[in-house]
């Protein structure tokens, strides 16, 4: 069975440094699939994508935040962990850590998603 | 604004069938990349609905179909139900942003 969960605080200060850590299991390297990702949802808004780690270490981050992100994986725990710096209001969202599948003939899309943690950014 | 432009809500009777759109530019769909959709219930965590823009997961009621044309890709849904009600994201990579981008979601009303 494949699971996803996300952990980490529920209230930041602004300024202050945000961990999240995504536990799986039923996924690694050897069952197939491109890597980890993280992403977010501001209250009543759409989804954002944020961050990749492919199952070889190799990371990509979305542009706009790709200064404040760090993205990392302990294959031995089954964890993902994303650490964004500087933490704005505006960064308040729920955040959900997913598995991604690559195919030549389908892309790379997101197929099993954790619940999702909801972060607050207030002082 | 999104990369990918959904309209905000649909709506369809029981039964009736609905159609999503997902408009994208030569960056997205249009340079070929794949659109996947996502449904999302109320209060949960997105669910893979389509990938590769017309393949079905296991589980996923063949209600459910994708298309893909130029930069435009599309989401039926086919015997409208209840419990279909949901906001739907489309999703695509995007090579001038080195971004993977989701539509804005569309809020699917059951009458």
């Known amino acids: 069975q494949i699971t996803l969960r996300e952990s980490g605080p529920t209230l930041v200060k602004p300024t202050q440094t945000l961990t999240l850590t995504c536990t799986f299991s039923g996924l690694s390297r050897s069952s197939g699939g491109a890597g980890m990702g993280w992403f977010r949802q501001p209250p009543e808004k759409a989804l954002e994508w944020l961050a990749l780690?492919?199952?070889?270490?190799?990371?990509r981050y979305s542009p706009s935040l790709k200064n404040r992100l760090t993205i990392t994986k302990d294959t031995s725990k089954n964890q993902v962990v994303l650490t964004m710096t500087d933490l704005d209001p505006v960064d308040t969202a729920t955040y959900y850590c997913a598995h991604s599948t690559y195919h030549d003939s389908a892309g790379l899309y997101f197929d099993y998603w954790g619940q999702g943690t909801l972060v607050t950014v207030s002082s | 604004q999104s990369v990918l432009t959904q309209p905000s809500s649909v709506s369809g009777a029981p039964g009736q069938r609905v159609t999503i759109f997902c408009a994208g530019s030569?960056?997205?769909?249009?340079?070929?990349?794949?659109v996947h959709w996502y449904q999302q219930l109320p209060r949960t965590a997105p669910k893979l609905l389509i990938y590769g823009s017309i393949i079905r997961p296991s589980g996923v009621p063949d209600r459910f179909s994708g298309s893909k044309s130029g930069t435009s890709a599309s989401l039926a849904i086919s015997g409208l139900q209840a419990e279909d009600e949901a906001d739907y994201y489309c999703q695509s990579y995007d090579s001038s942003l080195s971004d993977w981008v989701f539509g804005g979601g569309t809020k699917l009303t059951v009458l």
């Open positions: 030569r960056s997205n769909v249009g340079a070929g990349y794949d």
């Open positions: 780690i492919y199952w070889d270490g190799n990371t």
